[in-house]
């Protein structure tokens, strides 16, 4: 059974900083490409970054490139999302994602990520 959990949302101010945390467990984490999403109210749920299973490649959103980025650590089986200069747009859950097949490239879209997390709330005010 593989679970994620992520951890480190909460309420900052614009401009502030947060890093997310998504801890990995039941799987063989260092195979996984990751990746990080967010569904804000009343919108779809949208990719914010991705990073391969070798941590060599990694791809954002144009609306955070240059202000967030994605590593990971395989020896913590975590993966983080380390978020700069927020935006009260940037406010909305954020969900970590993992594939089971080892991809080389960035996956960028939903439907190939196998397991979820249940997300964490990042609340950005003006």
């Known amino acids: 059974q593989v679970q994620l959990v992520e951890s480190g949302g909460g309420l900052v101010q614009a401009g502030g900083s947060l890093r997310l945390s998504c801890a990995a467990s039941?799987?063989?984490?260092?195979?996984?490409?990751m990746g990080w999403f967010r569904q804000a109210p009343g919108k779809a749920r949208e990719f914010v970054a991705g990073i391969n299973w070798s941590g060599g490649s990694t791809t954002y959103a144009d609306s955070v490139k240059g202000r967030f980025t994605i590593s990971r650590d395989n020896a913590k089986n975590t993966v983080y999302l380390k978020m700069n200069s927020l935006k009260p747009e940037d406010t909305a859950v954020y969900y970590c994602?993992?594939?089971?097949?080892?991809?080389?490239?960035?996956?960028?879209?939903?439907?190939?990520?196998?397991?979820w997390g249940q997300g964490t709330q990042v609340t950005v005010s003006s």
């Open positions: 039941g799987c063989s984490f260092s195979n996984a490409a």
């Open positions: 994602a993992a594939t089971r097949a080892p991809y080389s490239i960035v996956i960028h879209v939903a439907t190939p990520y196998d397991y």
